[in-house]
């Protein structure tokens, strides 16, 4: 175990060189998703898509994208915009 | 010193019993194994996406018609500019291409001409109408190189060659594997966008505290617009990678059923060597309290060296192996997977609750049935 913590604090070091890298890239492409889950439009950016987006395919469409069932459902609405435009 | 003879004996008798002893702590392991590899795969996942997307666009601005999400007028912009706290405000042109050759989905992004050479950009930026940058998941699925041409079919249905001046380097592989960087130009021409329409509008705000001041402005202002915020990046990937999300749901659930079913299995009776064993003890002279201490410290053993296996054999499966038996659930259908190193972040709450969740559970179970055993009376215990 202590072999396994010191490769990671390995690991980690390596990795924080790489970040700044990472970020840079996400910056200058204003990239806003992994691509993890490539088999559909709101798989590929989730944080892009609605909560709805799955079952507008057709109208009560069933969701058939595996990915669709490994992602939460929903997220949570940003309370303070919601609230500032009903008032 | 009472205290460790017991433990002395509790060694001497669990080693009296190898074969069994081992074959549990494997199958005790192996459970412990599968949660940690769960745990240990989205934490590092979620970390990544936070250390990364800490850069991502402030606020980006989607039109939607007909509950879709639709182009947005670049008019638009003008408007938005207008919001005090504002900064910079441009349009972001990308889309989604079905690769029929390949079965996959590309993500094709336009970029604003003259962008300087990224570190994880092996070779350069494109900046012509032809020129593309590739991820190395396209790469691999089109079987091209740097230098090679790119052969796509646009939306007039006609081919269109574009020259590969640059790769992504494998680094990045976890942002940038299906990406198709091309000029604003080359995107626009070859999906056909209309002369004022753009995919969304990425708006800075100067001020973070501002952003959900800035996003309720511009729905507002514009009612048929999504504003999306850096935050919900964040909190996307903290839902999608949570204990309730589906895979963890699956998964954890799994492998916590079949823990169960073995403490289960424990604690519903212990072997007729062992009644006899705490049977003799009693008749020597034990307590019935050094009874239990004994069978404490030979399941505080047992589940130790099972967590401590299992949690080594989770990090080597997801840190050495990169998650070959979970990968598959991530996967999904997704044709471009990208093969991704993750970074061994290890959140000391989760190991604290794995052995929470299966010490403890454990140990209860391996006391209570010889608790049982150690009140009756010493004979009864041996003759049954």
Known sequence: ?87 | MRRLKILEYALSSLLRRKYKNLSLVIVYALTISILASILFLTHALKQEAEAVFSDAPNLIVQKLFAGRHDLISTDDIHLIRKIPGVGDVHPRYWGYYFDALSQSNYTFMGIREGLPGLKLVEGQMPAEEGECTIGRGVARAQFTGLGDQLVLIDSRNKSVKFRIVGIFDAASNLLSNDLVLMTRKGIQKFFDFPSNRATDIVVEVYNPEEISTVAAKIRKMLPGTRPIAKDEIFRTYDSVFNWRSGMMLTLFSAALFAFSILAWDKATGISGAEKNEIGILKAVGWDTADILELKFWEGIVISFTALLGGLTAAFVHVFFFNAPLLTPVLKGWSVLFPTFRLTPYIDLYQVFVIALLTVAPYIACTVIPSWKAAVTDPEMVMRS
């Open chain 1, 1 to 87: 175990m202590g072999l396994l913590f010191f490769f990671s604090r390995v690991c980690l070091t390596r990795e924080e060189r790489v970040i700044p890298a990472k970020r840079e890239l996400v910056k200058t492409l204003e990239l806003t998703d992994l691509a993890i889950w490539t088999e559909a439009r709101y798989t590929r950016h989730p944080s892009q898509a609605d909560c709805f987006t799955p079952f507008q395919d057709s109208p009560s469409a069933f969701e058939h994208f595996p990915a669709g069932s490994i992602l939460a459902p929903g997220r949570p609405a940003d309370s303070t915009t919601t609230l500032q435009i009903r008032r």
